[in-house]
Protein backbone atom coordinates (compact mmCIF):
# COMPACT_ATOMS: atom_id res chain seq x y z
CA UNK A 1 0.00 0.00 0.00
CA UNK A 2 1.03 3.49 -0.97
CA UNK A 3 0.03 6.84 0.78
CA UNK A 4 0.86 10.46 -0.52
CA UNK A 5 0.73 13.53 1.61
CA UNK A 6 2.19 17.02 1.44
CA UNK A 7 0.16 18.38 -1.59
CA UNK A 8 -1.75 21.73 -1.39
CA UNK A 9 -2.66 25.07 -3.17
CA UNK A 10 0.45 27.18 -3.32
CA UNK A 11 1.68 30.26 -5.27
CA UNK A 12 4.07 30.42 -8.17
CA UNK A 13 7.76 30.01 -7.08
CA UNK A 14 7.24 28.41 -3.80
CA UNK A 15 8.14 24.73 -3.13
CA UNK A 16 6.56 21.63 -2.04
CA UNK A 17 7.78 18.37 -0.25
CA UNK A 18 5.87 15.56 -1.10
CA UNK A 19 5.77 11.95 0.99
CA UNK A 20 4.65 8.72 0.40
CA UNK A 21 4.48 6.34 3.15
CA UNK A 22 4.95 2.08 2.15
CA UNK A 23 3.61 -0.21 3.85
CA UNK A 24 5.07 -3.98 3.08
CA UNK A 25 8.44 -5.83 3.96
CA UNK A 26 9.20 -5.66 0.54
CA UNK A 27 9.87 -1.67 -0.43
CA UNK A 28 13.75 -1.47 -0.12
CA UNK A 29 13.86 -4.27 -2.97
CA UNK A 30 11.17 -1.87 -5.05
CA UNK A 31 11.41 0.93 -7.85
CA UNK A 32 9.66 3.79 -6.91
CA UNK A 33 8.72 7.07 -8.94
CA UNK A 34 6.74 9.99 -9.04
CA UNK A 35 3.77 10.75 -11.86
CA UNK A 36 1.15 13.14 -12.31
CA UNK A 37 -1.86 13.72 -13.87
CA UNK A 38 -3.44 16.89 -15.22
CA UNK A 39 -6.72 17.52 -16.15
CA UNK A 40 -7.28 16.27 -19.57
CA UNK A 41 -3.88 14.88 -19.78
CA UNK A 42 -2.59 11.71 -19.93
CA UNK A 43 -0.34 10.49 -16.68
CA UNK A 44 3.30 11.40 -17.47
CA UNK A 45 6.72 10.23 -15.41
CA UNK A 46 8.11 12.70 -13.45
CA UNK A 47 10.78 10.86 -11.54
CA UNK A 48 11.91 7.68 -10.24
CA UNK A 49 14.79 5.74 -8.01
CA UNK A 50 16.04 2.05 -8.02
CA UNK A 51 16.20 0.41 -4.52
CA UNK A 52 20.19 1.22 -4.41
CA UNK A 53 19.44 5.27 -4.52
CA UNK A 54 21.55 5.27 -7.37
CA UNK A 55 20.77 6.81 -11.00
CA UNK A 56 17.72 8.75 -10.24
CA UNK A 57 15.78 9.20 -13.36
CA UNK A 58 13.58 12.58 -14.40
CA UNK A 59 11.67 13.87 -16.93
CA UNK A 60 13.01 16.45 -18.64
CA UNK A 61 10.56 18.86 -17.65
CA UNK A 62 11.24 18.65 -14.35
CA UNK A 63 15.10 18.50 -14.17
CA UNK A 64 16.28 21.23 -11.59
CA UNK A 65 13.77 21.77 -9.88
CA UNK A 66 12.54 18.48 -9.09
CA UNK A 67 14.61 15.70 -6.56
CA UNK A 68 13.82 12.57 -5.74
CA UNK A 69 14.90 10.40 -2.72
CA UNK A 70 13.93 7.42 -0.75
CA UNK A 71 14.39 6.34 3.18
CA UNK A 72 14.60 3.06 3.18
CA UNK A 73 14.44 1.92 6.74
CA UNK A 74 11.55 4.41 7.17
CA UNK A 75 9.91 3.01 4.27
CA UNK A 76 9.55 6.72 2.66
CA UNK A 77 9.83 7.94 -0.61
CA UNK A 78 10.31 12.02 -1.42
CA UNK A 79 9.81 14.06 -4.07
CA UNK A 80 11.00 17.63 -3.44
CA UNK A 81 9.88 20.22 -5.50
CA UNK A 82 11.09 24.02 -6.01
CA UNK A 83 10.01 27.00 -7.96
CA UNK A 84 6.04 25.37 -8.72
CA UNK A 85 5.06 26.65 -12.03
CA UNK A 86 1.20 27.05 -12.94
CA UNK A 87 1.84 24.07 -15.22
CA UNK A 88 2.79 21.67 -12.22
CA UNK A 89 -0.57 21.66 -10.92
CA UNK A 90 -1.54 17.74 -10.98
CA UNK A 91 -2.48 15.14 -9.22
CA UNK A 92 0.92 13.56 -8.13
CA UNK A 93 0.57 9.89 -8.11
CA UNK A 94 3.80 7.74 -6.10
CA UNK A 95 3.85 3.93 -8.15
CA UNK A 96 6.23 0.96 -7.43
CA UNK A 97 7.51 -1.31 -9.45
CA UNK A 98 8.95 -4.74 -8.71
CA UNK A 99 11.19 -5.63 -11.19
CA UNK A 100 14.77 -3.77 -11.28
CA UNK A 101 15.33 -0.33 -13.14
CA UNK A 102 13.05 2.80 -13.45
CA UNK A 103 10.80 3.23 -16.44
CA UNK A 104 8.80 6.02 -17.69
CA UNK A 105 5.34 3.88 -18.46
CA UNK A 106 2.66 4.16 -16.05
CA UNK A 107 2.07 0.26 -17.35
CA UNK A 108 5.56 -0.42 -15.58
CA UNK A 109 4.26 0.02 -12.16
CA UNK A 110 2.22 -2.49 -10.10
CA UNK A 111 1.15 -0.71 -7.12
CA UNK A 112 -0.15 2.79 -6.70
CA UNK A 113 -1.16 5.48 -4.29
CA UNK A 114 -4.41 7.15 -4.19
CA UNK A 115 -2.55 10.69 -5.56
CA UNK A 116 -2.08 13.93 -3.47
CA UNK A 117 -3.25 17.24 -5.70
CA UNK A 118 -0.82 19.69 -6.28
CA UNK A 119 -2.45 23.23 -7.35
CA UNK A 120 -0.15 26.39 -8.38
CA UNK A 121 -1.80 29.70 -8.89
CA UNK A 122 0.02 32.75 -10.70
Known amino acids: QLVESGGGLVQAGASLRLSCVAS????????MAWFRQAPGKEREFVAG????????KYAESVKGRFTISRNNPKKVVYLEIESLEPEDTAVYYC?????????????????WGQGTQVTVSS
Open 24 to 31: GQTFTSYT
Open 49 to 56: ISWNLSSP
Open 95 to 111: AARILPGVEVSPADYRF
